[in-house]
């Protein structure tokens, strides 16, 4: 069980509710994708308020994030820790993921 904030601490929903920590338990979903192979059908749909940005490079730094052959991303500007959507992109296209839609 890994325990983290469920959304970043300036997240509208946590601003409203007295910034009040709430703990979720978690998977770490790198470890769910390298039991698949790359030869293997990936799809990640993405909606995750504001966390897309750490996991995203968390699935990079792990070997995870190349076995996603499709990924439906939902990215909330708001609380991006680097400033840039230019990262991110820059590890999806690295990587050889198709971003869709998420809608």
């Known amino acids: 069980m890994i325990d983290y904030l469920s959304l970043h601490s ?5 601003i409203e509710s007295d910034k009040k920590k709430v703990q979720v ?22 909606d ?8 995203m490079l968390h699935l ?6 190349d076995l996603v052959d499709i ?5 909330h500007p708001y609380v991006n820790p680097f400033n840039s959507n230019d990262i991110i992109d820059y ?3 690295k990587s050889g ?7």
């Not at 995750?48 to 996991?55: D, K, P, R, V």
């Open 10 to 14: 300036n997240h509208k929903d946590v």
């Open 25 to 46: 338990d978690c998977v770490d979903i790198a470890r769910i994708l390298r039991q698949y192979e790359k030869k293997d059908f990936v799809i990640l749909k993405m």
């Open 48 to 55: 995750i308020e504001g966390s897309e940005y750490e996991t």
């Open 60 to 65: 990079y730094k792990n070997n995870a994030l």
């Open 71 to 75: 990924i439906a991303l939902e990215k």
């Open 91 to 93: 590890l999806i296209k």
């Open 97 to 103: 993921v198709e971003v869709v839609n998420w809608i």
